[in-house]
């Protein structure tokens, strides 16, 4: 600004905020609609806005920037094509976002947070704790310069990277809307997943935004015991809260709960483990995601066999309760289910990776 302070994150605004901000510098209504169009398809700066005049221009970068992601790595899985992107940040922290592609298109799965301070046992990206919150204009950067890098067009987005979306509420919820907003990204809130460990405060004042998004919990045990020692959040909210949470975001926002579990060799997977979530979650409605646990080096902990998991699924789907047991794209290149890490961005870079 210039007064000296920072200058704004323009790209965090919403279409709205950016509307009365342009009107009280003065300017005509439409000039916000242009600059948000242009700032949703990847603009680095205001000289990229070539339809407005260079006297207006001047005055934006003046008072606002526009926060960037730089690609710093990019790796193709050989086997699927999944694709893991690594980012600089405008303060040089780095995250990392994945691209899957389906027949029915791309989707992106996107991080919240620099780290993840939930202590989760076989996730590697808890293992240096949380350094910050991602910006609205950051997460939004993800979804938008991985469509760029990739030259595919993103159809749906999972909130299942690095972070806990609902350990950054408030940044989350803006994201969603600018990425939802008909002038810009435009992804409509039913191609949009958001998974949380079972923050219920958060589930809670999510349910009451009512956005239509798919809310995916990752329960990963039906008792507390088990559920604790794998995911330290159990002790504070425990397996019974979060069900009741679940209860409530479904009756408040009519969305069915898709549940996440990792499989986990012989401590999540037994015959009694099924028999208990299959007991929970009987005609709710439920969806259950099985995943055979990705090996994280740092963690001992072990993946299930294939035989398990397909026990464990038939138990569920024998008591009515839908079940798929998912496949680990990206698993050549660590990009698979917990596996994104901040040591990664040790690794030195090479031109190569980004062509
Ligand atoms: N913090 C959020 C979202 C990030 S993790 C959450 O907890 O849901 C996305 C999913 O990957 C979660 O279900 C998480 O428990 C799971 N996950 C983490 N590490 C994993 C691993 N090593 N193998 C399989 N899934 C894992």
Redesign the pocket.
Known sequence: MPDGTQKRDIKSLLPDELRAELTSLGLPGYRAGQVFRWLSRGVTGFDGMTDLPKALRDTLAERYDVPCLTPERRQTSARDGTEKLLWRLPDGETVETVLMRYKHGSTVCISSQVG?R?G?A????TLGGRVRDLAPSEMLDEVIRTGLVTGQTVSNIV???I???LDNFDGVVRFLRLVNAPDGVNIGMRHISL???GLVEGIDALAELDLQLTL?V?L?APDDETRTRLMPINAKYGVDAVMDACARYFRRTGRRISF?Y?MVRDTNDTPRHAALLAARLRGTGAHVNL?R??Y?SERGLMPSTETRVREFAKTLSDSGVTVTVRRRLGSDIDA????LRRADAKKPLAKKDME
């Open positions: 993840c939930m989760c076989f996730c590697a990206s909130l299942m990277g972070g806990e979306p998974s949380t460990c995916s990752s990963h996440e990792a995943i646990l990705n994280v698979a289910c917990g596996q």
